[in-house]
């Protein structure tokens, strides 16, 4: 019996240590990373992909240890398009913003990640902020979306476009 406890309390101890190890390796591994994705399309099964893509990072890396931003300009902006604004603002093709995506949007954002938007878009399709975008605000917009994207990467962000 005690051979029994202690091969249980051993095996226990080594368990322990081996999730420990690989939390830790994962930081150990990545570090803090500055990372920007690049969003100027409008199918929605890619955009779904990135969301995923972004999630699958922060679980990798831990939501502490990275600055993850999303730039959105052109078609991108249809990630946060509230589906009824299609009919007010015709340049868009499509309106991803359905109850999933706001759902994956949300959970992202508690977790840290920032959505920017490009304010060339934004007059050049006559998007309403505060009608035809989901979860969107005056802080979020930036000048330029490809100008953003630039000044990210001056700042050491790496670039991803999924």
């Not at 005690?2 to 999730?19: D, G, H, R």
């Not at 015709?90 to 992202?108: R, S, W």
Request: positive net charge; contains cysteine.
């Amino acid at each position: 019996m005690k051979t029994l406890n202690k091969i249980l309390q051993f095996t226990l101890m080594a368990l322990i240590a081996s999730v420990s190890f690989s939390s830790m390796a994962a930081s150990d591994r990545y570090g803090k990373q500055q990372v920007v994705y690049h969003v100027n399309y409008d199918n929605a099964k890619k955009q779904a992909s990135a969301l995923r893509n972004i999630q699958n990072h922060i679980n990798a890396v831990g939501a502490e240890n990275v600055d993850i931003r999303v730039v959105m300009h052109g078609n991108g902006l249809s990630l946060i398009l509230k589906p009824d604004a299609l009919k007010e603002v015709p340049k868009f093709k499509a309106a991803n913003a359905n109850q999933v995506m706001t759902q994956k949007i949300d959970k992202l954002k508690l977790q840290g990640v920032s959505f920017n938007i490009c304010a060339n878009t934004v007059k050049g399709r006559n998007v309403n902020l505060d009608k035809h975008l989901y979860d969107a605000s005056s802080s979020d917009i930036v000048p330029s979306g490809v100008a953003e994207l630039a000044h990210l990467q001056g700042q050491g962000f790496s670039y991803v476009r999924p």
